[in-house]
């Protein structure tokens, strides 16, 4: 379980979102939404455990999280095979023929991941969830350079991890047929900014 409870966080040391909590049991999703600029992915890292939170607590088993975002993570001169060999090493799991079969990349498995286009290495930054083992997954728009077909193919591999007990935690736009999936507005967790001159933001730049 994922369970977040007065999560505060902050970007370029400018605060952005506070008291934000929400909890997720497994086969749940939820879609974080709200404007431009508004904290997604700055929310999104702070639960990866990518930058640390300016308040709250966040409770999730060890090692249960993955972490998509906009970079592939993927390395131009191996293989597609080669590519997803190198993270179930790294996560200590086998086999992954289930990731090239469900992301569609059996056909490009010998192809140099640097001659793949904008789709197929997103499909293949992708298939690296399904290879880490990990329940809960942490998504930053995770349908960028996909197209229409591989959308719904992506929508699919998540229904899938959800019926399994997975846990996906996303910022998208884009509908991914997850109509159990759980909306939740950031715009309202705006922080307050600090009046000048009382030890905040501002005089940082002075």
């Known amino acids: 379980m994922l369970n977040?409870?007065?999560?505060?966080?902050?970007?370029g040391g400018l605060?952005?979102?506070e008291q934000v909590s929400f909890a997720l049991a497994p086969g749940q999703a939820l879609v974080l939404r709200g404007?431009?600029?508004?904290?997604?992915?700055?929310?999104?890292?702070?639960?990866?455990?990518?930058?640390?939170?300016?308040?709250?607590?966040?409770?999730?088993?060890?090692?249960?999280?993955a972490y998509a975002a906009h970079a592939d993570g993927i390395k131009g001169t191996l293989s597609v095979?080669?590519?997803?060999?190198?993270?179930?090493?790294?996560?200590?799991?086998q086999g992954i023929s289930a990731a090239l079969e469900q992301m569609n990349l059996r056909a490009l498995a010998?192809?140099?991941?640097?001659?793949?286009?904008?789709?197929?290495?997103?499909?293949?930054?992708?298939?690296?969830?399904?290879?880490?083992?990990?329940?809960?997954?942490?998504?930053?728009e995770p349908t960028?350079?996909?197209d229409v077909a591989s959308v719904a193919l992506f929508g699919a591999v998540v229904r899938a991890h959800l019926g399994q007990g997975g846990m996906?935690?996303?910022?998208?736009?884009?509908?991914?047929?997850?109509?159990?999936?759980?909306?939740?507005?950031?715009?309202?967790?705006?922080?307050?900014?600090p009046e000048p001159g009382t030890g905040g933001f501002d005089e940082a730049f002075l």
């Not at 095979?81 to 799991?93: K, M, V």
């Not at 001659?115 to 930053?140: E, F, I, M």
């Not at 996906?168 to 307050?192: C, F, N, Q, S, V």
């Open 81 to 93: 095979r080669e590519n997803l060999d190198f993270w179930a090493a790294i996560y200590g799991t």
């Open 168 to 193: 996906a935690l996303m910022a998208t736009h884009i509908d991914l047929g997850l109509p159990e999936a759980e909306i939740l507005d950031l715009t309202g967790y705006k922080a307050r900014l």
């Open 15 to 17: 605060p952005l979102l």
């Open 144 to 146: 960028v350079s996909l």
């Open 110 to 140: 010998d192809r140099a991941a640097q001659n793949l286009s904008a789709g197929q290495k997103r499909r293949l930054g992708l298939a690296r969830l399904l290879v880490t083992g990990r329940p809960v997954w942490v998504l930053d």
């Open 35 to 65: 404007p431009n600029g508004c904290g997604k992915t700055t929310l999104l890292r702070t639960v990866a455990g990518l930058q640390p939170a300016l308040a709250g607590e966040i409770s999730a088993a060890p090692d249960s999280i």
């Open 4 to 11: 977040v409870q007065g999560l505060a966080c902050a970007r």
